[in-house]
């Protein structure tokens, strides 16, 4: 088992694991406690529309879909600000048209012959040098932002009224979160893919928050978490030669029905 981690692209896919599972970790606390799932949902399936426009243009694939899921992100904050009775309509909208976009553009490249479900279940063994650099940013960038900002967060997380009131530019944060939450949905989708990327941003997340006490627990075990499931289904989907984005969730989900079990046993 050991011998295959002679492999670089082995090694790649375990290091990008453990990169995004920290990512995931960190901003599935904030999607969590800021109740933004279903927005983060349409911004991943948007960020499809990214994926279609860079293959059809010829631009590296993580630039094409990071630069669509941010102008995702900032348009579906915009309209929450303003109609956020409506904000449903608007995500399905973002959501299919996104979709719609990067099929139709990857339909018009020619001579492109694209496997569809490397991202609409993840490629991770796919992961290149150059991805794991981008990971690696985002990751400082999200670790500096949640220490920097950790207070402010935590008061518009349980109660951006009262942040607001204190001074706080609880819009700003919302964005930025927003836009954090784009950038994290695209690395994301490299290791478990478009269908599957909410999963891994709330399974663990959902877990930590049950066991946890703090905002920044929650993050820190969510991570852990992450982890754990990232690299066991890397090691399952490599044992039973199956996808390992699936993997990883359904390692995930079991975990899940396991610990709310043993929770409901323990009371």
């Known amino acids: 088992m050991l011998d295959i981690l002679q492999y670089t692209f082995i090694q790649n896919a ?29 911004i991943a399936h948007s960020s499809y529309g990214g994926i279609g426009l860079a293959i059809y243009f010829g631009l590296p694939i993580f630039f094409g879909a990071s630069v669509f ?18 904000i449903d309509i608007f995500i399905g909208l973002i959501w299919a048209v996104g979709m719609a976009i990067g099929i139709v ?63 706080i530019n609880a819009k700003g944060f919302f964005v930025a979160i927003l836009v954090l939450s784009a950038l994290a949905v695209v690395v994301a989708i490299k290791v478990v893919g478009l269908i599957l990327v ?3 941003m709330t399974i663990p997340t959902y877990i930590a928050e049950l066991s946890s006490k703090s905002l920044y627990g929650m993050m820190i075990k969510s991570a852990i978490y992450s982890t754990i499931f990232s690299v066991s289904g890397l090691i399952v ?28 046993i323990k009371r």
């Open 237 to 264: 989907s490599y044992l039973f030669d199956i996808t390992s984005g699936a993997s990883i969730i359904l390692i995930a989900a079991t975990s899940l029905i396991i610990f709310l079990l043993f929770r409901r």
């Open 105 to 167: 553009f990857i339909d018009l490249t020619p001579g492109y012959n694209v496997d569809l479900m490397s991202y609409l279940f993840g490629s991770i063994l796919a992961v290149s040098k150059s991805d794991l650099i981008f990971m690696a940013i985002l990751l400082v960038v999200i670790l500096i932002f949640t220490h920097r900002y950790y207070r402010e967060i935590l008061a518009i997380s349980y109660d951006s009224e009262y942040a607001t009131l204190r001074g």
């Open 14 to 42: 375990l290091l990008s694991a453990v990169l995004v599972s920290i990512i995931s970790g960190f901003i599935g606390s904030l999607i969590l406690v800021n109740k933004m799932t279903f927005l983060t949902g349409g």
């Open 198 to 200: 909410i999963a891994l």
């Open 69 to 86: 899921a941010v102008v995702s992100a900032i348009l579906i904050a915009l309209i929450s600000f303003k109609q956020r009775h409506r």
